[in-house]
């Protein structure tokens, strides 16, 4: 299937599984990237996102929890969020022709939160 650019905040999240999630640096500095598998649960399909050109991956996952690491929630964070005013400033305008989205995604099994800052996400189904 051919990727599509997803509209991230548009998808019904909660209750959805996370089942993978892989960091690509195949191209380091030119694409990193992000991939996420997710299985919907509005109609149980299986996609693979993938967070293009990204810029800052930050995850606290918690573990040992005998469940799928089910969505509770996920959007786009507002325009000043923290982790994007630190990102900009921490690189003293090296970054400010770029436009980041922070990605955010929390799970109610185990309270883990991710957070990416990239310029666009795909989505794919497998």
Same mark, same amino acid.
């Given at each position: 299937m051919k990727n599509c650019t997803m509209n991230f905040d548009e998808y019904y999240w909660h209750d959805s599984i996370l089942e993978n999630i892989s960091i690509n640096r195949t191209d380091p500095g030119n694409n990193d990237s992000i991939e996420i598998i997710v299985k919907w649960y509005e109609d149980k !399909? @299986? +996609?693979?996102l993938v967070f293009k050109k990204?810029?800052?991956?930050?995850? @606290?996952?918690?573990? #040992?929890?005998i469940a799928n690491e089910s969505i509770d929630d996920a959007y786009i964070a507002p325009p000043d969020d923290e982790d994007l005013i630190g990102f900009y400033k921490k690189w003293g305008g090296t970054f400010d022709h770029i436009k980041l989205y922070c990605y955010v995604i929390? @799970? +109610?099994? @185990? #309270? !883990?939160?991710?957070?990416i800052l990239a310029e666009g996400v795909e989505i794919m189904k497998v």
């Amino acid at each position: 299937m051919k990727n599509c650019t997803m509209n991230f905040d548009e998808y019904y999240w909660h209750d959805s599984i996370l089942e993978n999630i892989s960091i690509n640096r195949t191209d380091p500095g030119n694409n990193d990237s992000i991939e996420i598998i997710v299985k919907w649960y509005e109609d149980k !399909s @299986t +996609s693979k996102l993938v967070f293009k050109k990204s810029y800052l991956f930050k995850a @606290t996952m918690n573990f #040992g929890i005998i469940a799928n690491e089910s969505i509770d929630d996920a959007y786009i964070a507002p325009p000043d969020d923290e982790d994007l005013i630190g990102f900009y400033k921490k690189w003293g305008g090296t970054f400010d022709h770029i436009k980041l989205y922070c990605y955010v995604i929390k @799970t +109610s099994s @185990t #309270g !883990s939160e991710i957070r990416i800052l990239a310029e666009g996400v795909e989505i794919m189904k497998v």
